[in-house]
């Protein structure tokens, strides 16, 4: 097990491991973009296809709850930044502190977003599972709306899958800075997860208008 | 059904002569570069071996001008090839105006084909030699692909929309056409024969098996009174929808402010997702046929409504645009 | 003066074959080379078993009616052949094999920049391969390796959601692995290893991974995508629930087409490394073919359309994705221009790596200008899903791709195994794989013209005696194959003892021992040489003068 400072055997310097780890994650994350991207495009022709159903399906999913999400997340990404700096000022307490807000911030996303899943199944817009968005409508209409759901959770639930994985990260975080592990001279573990945890952000930065917001009036 | 020479099929269209000499030509220059290149590697592989263990050769790095030109050369090679090449499927993307439209219908694993008079053949394709020909087609099911290679012409048959194709016969005689999209298990038999028929013998050949019940015209519009298309859809225009006289072929007003040509496709989208385009001035009211309509009822309702054309349309009440009359 | 008579080479005492023992030092091995040899395993299991349902095809196609098996087992095989030569063998084998070995060792570091992930990596393949192995014994997989919707999503009732599922499992091993790439060329090289002195496998290497990293994906969430709608009846790509079967297609080649450079710029670094060793004289043109590569990988991109011209997608969209191909095909040019200028005044061999090399050439050649054939819009819609593409692919990939995996298997063999392998025999087939390979694909461009549909478990009699010639080159390309499986088994044991530079070969990897051991070098070298120097590599002991050979007189 690698402690602060120790070299791992492929590198020469600790500023190149440093720079290494960095620059893996910013590639990881460009995939990242590709991966949701194909999504977004999906649903950005399908809601030009259907503006109508699409806009209507999009005024039954919770505002209010998404909205606060955003809130949320972003407090979380704000969280997590302070995290990042107290571990460069070597203000470990700081640390753990700020680590285990955002964790409990992305866990109050989580929770939301359960609650408003609860709402889709309450109200059988989830596809595949008694589907009926307008009981009583035409075949196509719910067909279309059904194209919408089928979006809304593929594209919300792979960025929750995304935020779980965030909090295992998060959780192994908090136990490594309670051990005392992040120096001003060590931190890139912190570094790294928090630009993972930004970019989930955004990607919920995106989502929210494309799916939340496309229709109100 | 093959030519003398068995390196290419024979040529029965207008497309033929012209694809076979891009062909001559790109196969000219690439041929040129193979052996060029192909000579080349033998003649330096076998002149310049090595005769004694420990030789090295002579360091060339490189030369800007000889790379220069083996970019410059080939792109331009390349932009012909492109050029005749665009020629050719602009020509054959944009069928001319006045075609005999037939209509093609592939499902797993057959091909259904109705003539203008409601003719019907199974996997067997009829066409009058010098006419320009335009297929309708429209899948059932997967993605199919109608191909015919001694006219050198395809066009994938997708479920969901038409695709269009074109063609001139010019010369009678039979010809395979394939289904050319892997669509499952008999993909491979899913093919016939195409008969290009003198015009005289074309026409007695429809006329010989005419029957009113398979006439498309008077089966759409059965339809058109079943499915209760009459109730909003009165002609003289006083109706919730507009009347369909006359509108098959003209620009139609839309309530979003633009316009639109009613062709086939659009008469087939306003029947399946009527939402996507109302015509300025009515509601959106018409209920969609998505599910309750075969591909080949739809056809026919086409045909109904493509019978409309000549009738007056009414100055008020008619999805037609007021200047634009029709085509 | 000649070189210095062949020392009596000695295998190393220690190196990464010995350094530990068991299976658990090699199935949790974190050193680059021993992962090399595990996907060497995995990717050649894959590649026997598309060559067995290559072998059936080839067989069945003899007649007409067809031979050998029903059509819906004949629609399994060529789905199952695709799958497997694609994803698990032809997209692994260069990157994971000669990639992950060499790597480090040519720019000088002592392992990738994340090992665990490497390890990661191949067990991911394996868990992908897994999936796909379970779809193909439970019923099998007939949907084309394109799995176009509906008939994938829908209509199909072979195995498809674990052939779905295994394929995108599979993504994030090319992804991981083009991650590990990219970082380690940019952080990683040795002092005084710049980028312009970086040996073009490298570049390859490089530009590969780029395509990696942001193209797989797409294919993941399409693949994702299509089977969620197979599962959930979702309607995506399903027309009769408002989706659209096009779209699938524009996701699908949006990868797939990137996907073949994938497979192609590898083969072109191994190339790129076998010519000026076997000439013994530097690249011609190197910033070109360094550069020509990140070409292919950034233009690859824009192409991906032109699998479509005859969907009935707009005519517009149709002539930018023709012109653009023909793009794309310059670069490729420039390439097979500058090989052949670096054989001028060289001094050329004749071993067995530089006959493969000069075969990749012809081969892919052929396959690069048919290339220009179907990028043409008038052509295509005549060849498009016929047996010209088939052969067109082939060429490139088998006649291009594989010939550049095998002759750099044999090419760095002495330095992975430390062993050579039988010159003679090893001559003899590949001259049989080119010969093989040639009567097997050429009648398919006949084949193709005269309208030849793809995909047939049958076909018209007109076009048997051309499917006969193809089948009867398919069995000597078959020997071709199994000849160097054969006795490349056989040097790792009685092979004659190869030493650190057999050829000898002016790269980084060459100054280490054969096998290396596990650390790659004991000091990190320090890099003053260009590339492909041999006129001032005096350590190689090869005889240059001050001024260009005599040898070859005043031309």
């Known amino acids: ?217 | ?327 | 003066m000649s070189a210095t008579p062949a020392a009596v080479n000695q295998m190393p005492r220690e190196h990464y074959l010995n350094a530990t023992y068991g299976i658990r030092s090699w199935l949790l091995t974190t050193d680059h080379k021993r992962i090399a040899l595990l996907y060497l395993a995995s990717v050649t299991f894959f590649f026997f078993i598309g060559g067995a349902f290559a072998t059936m095809i080839r067989i069945h196609l003899l007649s007409p009616k067809g031979l050998l098996v029903t059509p819906e087992t004949y629609n399994k095989l060529f789905t199952m052949h695709g799958v497997a030569m694609i994803f698990f063998f032809l997209i692994p084998s260069i990157p994971a094999v000669l990639g992950n070995f060499l790597l480090p060792i040519m720019i000088g570091a002592k392992d990738l920049a994340f090992p665990k992930i490497n390890l990661l990596s191949w067990y991911i393949y394996l868990i992908g391969g897994g999936f796909v192995l379970y779809s193909f014994s439970t019923g099998g997989l007939d949907t084309g390796w394109t799995f176009y919707t509906p008939l994938s999503s829908v209509y199909s009732n072979s195995a498809v959601t674990p052939a779905v599922i295994g394929v995108f499992i599979n993504g994030f091993s090319s992804i991981l692995t083009g991650l590990n790439f990219i970082v380690t060329v940019h952080t990683m090289r040795a002092p005084g290893m710049t980028w312009f002195r970086l040996p073009l496998f490298v570049w390859a290497q490089y530009a590969t991974s780029i395509i990696f990293i942001l193209g797989t994906p797409v294919i993941a969430i399409t693949l994702l995508l299509a089977g969620m709608e197979r599962m959930f009846h979702l309607g995506f790509f399903n027309p009769q629930l408002g989706g659209d079967p096009i779209l699938f297609q524009h996701l699908f080649w949006f990868y797939s087409h990137p996907a073949v450079y994938i497979m192609i710029l590898p083969a072109m670094g191994v190339i790129s490394e076998i010519i000026p060793t076997f000439a013994r004289k530097p690249i011609f043109g190197y910033s070109f073919i360094a550069g020509s590569s990140i070409a292919i990988a950034v233009i690859g991109f824009f192409v991906w359309a032109h699998h479509m011209f005859v969907t009935g997608e707009s005519t517009y969209a149709a002539l930018t994705f023709s012109l653009l191909s023909y793009l794309v095909a310059i670069p490729s040019a420039v390439k097979v221009f500058n090989w052949t200028s670096t054989l001028y005044k060289g001094s050329i061999s004749y071993d067995t790596p530089m006959l493969y090399a000069l075969g990749f050439i012809g081969l892919f050649l052929i396959g690069g200008l048919t290339g220009l054939f179907l990028a043409c819009l008038g052509l295509d819609i005549h060849l498009h899903d016929t047996y010209f593409v088939i052969a067109h692919f082939h060429y490139i990939m088998v006649g291009g791709a594989v010939m550049g995996y095998v002759g750099g298997l044999h090419y760095w063999w002495p330095k992975i195994t430390g062993k050579l392998y039988p010159e003679f025999l090893a001559r003899v087939a590949a001259v049989t794989l080119f010969l093989g390979f040639n009567l097997t694909f050429f009648p398919q461009f006949i084949l193709g013209y005269l309208g030849m549909p793809r995909r047939y478990a049958s076909y018209p009699p007109e076009f048997q005696v051309l499917n006969v010639m193809s089948t009867a080159g398919a069995s000597i390309l078959a020997l071709g194959y199994l000849l160097p499986m054969i006795y490349l088994t056989w040097s790792m044991r009685y092979g004659e003892v190869a030493g650190p530079n057999p050829w000898p070969a002016t790269g980084l990897e060459w100054k280490t021992p054969s096998p290396p051991p596990t650390e790659n070098f004991d000091v990190t070298p320090e890099v003053t040489w260009e590339p492909y120097d041999y006129d001032n590599r005096p350590d190689l002991g090869l005889d240059v003068k001050g001024a260009p050979s005599l040898a070859h007189g005043d031309d």
């Not at chain 1, 700081?94 to 199944?121: C, D, Q, R």
């Open chain 1, 1 to 217: 097990m690698h402690r602060t400072g120790e070299l791992y055997e492929q590198y020469r310097t600790l500023e190149q491991q440093r720079e290494t780890a960095s620059l893996g994650m910013w590639i990881f994350l460009s995939t990242e973009v590709l991966f949701f991207g194909g999504l977004f495009m999906t649903y950005t022709i399908n809601r030009s296809t259907y503006p109508d159903i699409f806009g209507e399906a999009s005024r039954s999913i919770n505002l209010a709850l998404g909205a606060i999400n955003t809130v949320v997340l972003i407090a979380s990404s704000l969280t997590m930044a302070l995290s990042v700096w107290a571990s460069q000022v070597g203000k470990t307490k700081l640390l753990t502190i700020f680590l285990i807000a955002t964790l409990v911030l992305g866990s109050v996303f989580l929770g939301i977003k359960g609650v408003e899943y609860h709402e889709k199944y309450v109200e059988h817009h989830i596809p595949g599972w008694n589907f009926n968005f307008e009981p009583g409508a035409d075949a196509a209409t719910n067909a279309h709306a059904q194209l919408f759901f089928s979006l809304y959770f593929g594209m919300t639930g792979l960025h929750a899958l995304h935020m779980i994985v965030g909090a295992g990260l998060l959780l192994w975080l908090i136990k490594e800075s309670l051990r005392g592990r992040f120096t001003p001279e060590y931190n890139t573990p912190v570094e790294n997860i928090g630009l993972y945890w930004h970019f989930v952000d955004i990607v919920w930065i995106f989502l929210f208008p494309l799916l939340y917001l496309i229709d109100r009036h």
């Open chain 2, 1 to 327: 059904m093959q030519s003398d020479l068995p390196l290419y099929p024979e040529q029965a269209s207008n497309f033929a002569a012209n694809v076979d000499a891009l062909m001559v030509y790109i196969t000219a220059i690439c041929a040129f570069f193979a052996v060029a290149i192909t000579a080349a590697v033998v003649y330096f592989f076998f002149k310049y071996r090595r005769k004694d263990p420990a030789e090295v050769g002579v360091p060339i790095h490189g030369d800007m001008r000889l790379e220069t030109a083996w970019i410059v050369v080939p792109l331009f090679l390349a932009l012909t090839m492109f050029g005749w090449g665009a020629v050719v499927y602009v020509d054959y993307r944009r069928a001319p105006m006045d075609t005999l439209d037939i209509y093609v219908i592939g499902k797993q694993w057959m091909w259904k084909v109705q003539q203008p008079t409601g003719l019907r053949e199974i996997n067997e394709l009829h066409v009058p030699v010098g006419r320009n020909v335009k297929l309708i087609l429209a899948s059932e099911d997967v993605i199919h692909d109608f191909s015919v290679p001694a006219f050198r012409v395809k066009m994938d048959v997708v479920p969901g929309h038409y695709n269009t194709m074109w063609f001139r016969p010019t010369k009678a005689g039979r010809y395979h056409f394939f289904c050319q999209q892997y669509c499952g298990t008999n993909h491979a038999l899913m093919g016939g024969w195409v008969t290009v028929m003198e015009p005289m013998e074309y026409s007695a050949w429809l006329s010989g098996s005419s029957d009113a019940t398979t006439n498309p015209v008077v089966a759409g519009e059965k339809l058109f009174v079943e499915k209760a298309c009459t109730t909003c859809h009165l002609s003289n225009g006083t109706g919730r929808a507009p009347s369909l006289n006359g509108v098959f072929g003209a620009k139609v007003p839309l309530a979003d402010g633009s316009t639109v040509t009613a062709d086939d496709a659009y008469i087939r989208e306003s029947i399946l997702n009527p939402q996507a385009k109302i015509v300025a001035g009515y509601q959106p009211l018409m209920p969609s046929f998505q599910g309750q309509l075969t591909e080949e009822q739809i056809m026919d309702l086409t045909s109904y409504i493509k019978s409309l054309q000549s009738q007056p349309a009414p100055t008020k009440g008619s999805g037609v645009a007021p200047d634009a009359g029709k085509k």
